[in-house]
């Protein structure tokens, strides 16, 4: 039986776990991997303390804090269901169940697919959702990015100093994201925005050649040896909808203290419904919602 289970280990589980095992709680860390949507991030200028940092770099630094204080921690494991009797959680996972008294859930988000022809064929076949981890992959091509939004622009700025040719698809009138950015992507003559085009299909032979799309009720066809899809993310709480109350975009409603609508389950980060999604405020909910799981575990009879 452990008094706490904290599922996912970004930047809010992380952060939990190091505040959990200061304050001597017996707890377990269950994720897929290790850094969360930080390790995929490109250039970091806004975290406190590093004036610039990759998000590899940042998310090594979050592993390292964590591993300081040999955390338990199971990697490569993925939780499945999450049920409640008389007070003690039983967590499934692909692998094993567990038990506990108490959980943080801060499974963070995923890449949203296009879900057009083609996508499933070409996953990893010049089809990525991750400019940061792949970019180096396409040095000299013609590559297409799909978005409009910070996480585009921030692939964009990546492959420009990479990629031969970089065309940005985004389906609304205007480019969003931070206006700093946005203008930087406009005025590279590396890059050529498409507005008001929807992707229709990714085409190939093996590997990824080419994507063909409508702009403005015209279909139009590029070459391209790759795509980057960076259309936003989708909250990995799946597995615990049956559990927690969620909003409409599947996100874990939480209160100041991070509790969700179950009480002895805290969330924290991206998955949650908190506002903002930065790396940053991730941190700081994670050592809210482990100073608040350690206040209620307290509070216990």
């Not at 269950?30 to 406190?48: L, P, V």
């Amino acid at each position: 039986m452990y008094d706490l289970i904290i599922i996912g280990a970004g930047p809010a589980g992380i952060t939990a776990s190091v505040y959990a095992v200061r304050k001597k709680i017996n707890f377990l860390v269950i994720t897929r991997d290790i850094g969360g949507q930080a390790a995929w991030s490109g250039d970091i200028e806004n975290y406190t303390g590093y004036q610039f940092i990759t998000g590899p770099e940042l998310a090594a630094k979050f592993e390292e804090h964590m591993h300081k204080f040999e955390i338990k921690l199971n990697e490569n494991e993925e939780v499945q269901d999450i049920t409640k009797k008389n007070n003690v959680f039983t967590i499934k996972t692909d692998k094993d169940s567990y038990v506990t008294k108490t959980i943080i859930i801060a499974s963070g988000k995923r890449s949203r697919e296009l879900g057009v022809p083609g996508e499933k064929e070409y996953k990893n076949k010049g089809l990525t959702y991750c400019a940061t981890c792949d970019g180096p992959l396409f040095s000299g091509k013609d590559v297409a990015i799909i978005g409009g939004g910070n996480s585009a622009l921030d692939a964009t700025m990546q492959l420009v100093n990479i990629a031969n040719k970089v065309y940005l698809i985004n389906n609304t009138a205007v480019l969003g994201g931070d206006e700093i950015i946005r203008e930087k992507v406009i005025k590279n003559n590396k890059v050529i925005v498409f507005n008001n085009s929807q992707v229709l299909e990714v085409k190939g032979s093996k590997l990824v050649n080419a994507i063909r799309f409508k702009i403005n009720n015209d279909e139009k066809t590029l070459a391209v040896e790759g795509i980057f899809v960076e259309i936003g993310l989708i909250p990995n709480s799946g597995f615990a909808k049956e559990i927690v109350a969620r909003n409409e975009l599947k996100e874990i409603k939480i209160n100041l203290h991070n509790e969700t609508s179950t009480e002895g389950i805290f969330a924290a980060g991206d998955v949650t419904d908190v506002p903002e999604k930065q790396i940053i405020i991730a941190a700081g909910e994670g050592s809210k919602a482990a100073l608040s799981v350690f206040k209620y575990l307290i509070h216990q009879k």
